[in-house]
């Protein structure tokens, strides 16, 4: 099986740049309550309120902080935090049919940056062409 990347690229205005990102951070939020769930709904709730607590950072600003986000899994987790990061990632990429592949050293800001950059710039109305690769 070959992958072959998505090459056409299509400018689609500022509305549905807005409407993608509204999308992207709905979509984000229900791809961490996914990686997190998997540790059990009691640790889950548990992880929010720490969030809360000890980081300022509620639920829903994960979006808008996700570097924020990022360095509360790594003191909560240490080392270990990319495991769930990723699992997060594959969700969120899962939720608009994106090819995932896990990537050496990345974050999950990496994974959010590049499946924001791959959504906003697919063509309107073609959501397949959306896909970063596809399996030939």
């Not at 495991?83 to 090819?99: G, K, T």
């Not at 990537?103 to 924001?116: F, H």
Request: hydrophobic fraction near 40%; charged fraction near 30%; include cysteine.
């Amino acid at each position: 099986m070959r992958f072959q990347e998505v090459t056409h690229v299509c400018y689609s205005g500022p509305q549905n740049i807005s409407a993608t990102k509204a999308r992207l951070d709905s979509a984000l939020l229900e791809a961490v309550d996914y990686g997190l769930m998997v540790l059990g709904e009691t640790v889950r709730k548990t992880i929010y309120e720490c969030l809360g607590n000890r980081f300022e950072l509620e639920r829903g600003e994960i979006p808008e902080r996700l570097r924020d986000f990022h360095k509360a899994l790594e003191h909560l987790f240490g080392a270990k935090a990319y495991l769930i990061e990723r699992l997060i990632a594959r969700n969120l990429y899962h939720r608009f049919d994106l090819y995932f592949a896990p990537q050496a050293g990345w974050t999950l800001i990496e994974y959010v940056e590049r499946a924001r950059s791959i959504l906003e710039n697919h063509t309107p109305g073609f959501d397949n062409d959306a896909r970063e690769l596809r399996k030939q």
